[in-house]
């Protein structure tokens, strides 16, 4: 017999559209958890977002595909009185219900989350929002590189002396994912003890200030401003990116034994006094870039990896995309394959945890608009609406 999944009793109705909410209802899903995505009228915005995968005539949306397997689909107009009381209902049976609308909005319709756990007072509410609920900026939408430049993030990101840079991937929309779905787990696990659910709130804001980790503490607490260092380490010298004869390479000398093992490697004498300690090797981190480039020019990355790896030295390759997924590593135990019913086989990165009893990975494509509407209001209708 297999093990049961962490979540597999718990049902949970998903608001949310984009990718914040979805991320977050997704892990929830990979749990185990029975998740009905609730999609207005023409469905989650990300389902027309590029890139597409074309195949067999059908098209799907690569960004929507990316944030919403294992769940089910159904549609409802808010707006209409016999769709909002299908909410309702929903709500009445779930354990969790995430949003990420403005606030205020779910309100105007006559669907406030205090109204929703009045008729389920176990029903644990997640909202995530741009900016917070409260504040001067609360009321204000949220978008992904909107946050990133508000919230400091792309001041951090980008050469010295440049332009700053939005991070690659939606970092604000990813964090605020997972510290909501973290909440509702803490929700859940307090719901045991007292019987009763919860209002759980992140935003995408609260999410990037919360990873400011050293750059937040240095500046409040040492009134230390971060400055652009591009791919430098701005605490750690050498740690970033540094070019050999035929590619460049990441190395991270994270302690004083790796540097003792890393220099001689490269022709430096690690005892030497105006880079014998992380402190003066950061203040010469331009300079001592430079020369371990010197050093590197005539050796291939293969050898100098070789090397750094035999004596223990965290270095790496900077890889594609396409090199990534081609990568042994990732390929054979970072990859999940989905059936889909009309694209065929689906492959997607698959959830990064892994738990010992946590039973079989689920793999459920991601579901067509509206695709479970009469499974999921089955009962609903049999009851006459109630």
Known sequence: MSAKRPLDDIRVVDLSRALAGPYATMMMADAGADVVKVEPPGGDDSRGWLPYIDRNGHRESAYYV???????????????????????????????????????????????????????????????????????????????????????????????????????????????????????????????RTGRGQHVETSLLAAVVGVHVFHGVGWLSAGVEPVLTGNRHPSIAPYGVFSCADADIVIGVGSEALWRRFAPIVGLDPGRVDIATNTERVARAESLQKEIDALLADRTAGDVLTALDAAGVPAGRIRTIPEVYDWEQVRDTMVLTLPHPTLGDLNVPASPLALSEGGAPRADAPPALGADQDEVFAEYAARGGR
């Open 66 to 192: 990316s944030a919403n397997r294992n769940k089910r689909s159904v549609v409802l107009d808010l707006k209409r009185a016999e769709d909002a009381d299908r909410l309702r209902w929903l709500a009445s049976r779930a354990d969790v219900l995430v949003e990420n609308y403005r606030p205020g909005v779910l309100e105007k319709l006559g669907l406030g989350l205090d109204e929703l756990r009045a008729l389920n007072p176990r029903l644990i509410t997640l909202s995530i929002t741009g900016f917070g609920r409260g504040g001067p900026s609360g009321k204000r939408p949220g978008f992904d590189q909107i946050v990133q430049a508000e919230a400091g993030l792309m001041s951090l990101t980008g050469q010295p002396g440049g332009t700053p840079q939005r991070v690659g991937l939606p970092m604000a929309d990813i964090l605020a994912g997972l510290f909501g779905a973290f909440g509702v787990m803490n929700a859940l696990r307090a719901r045991e």
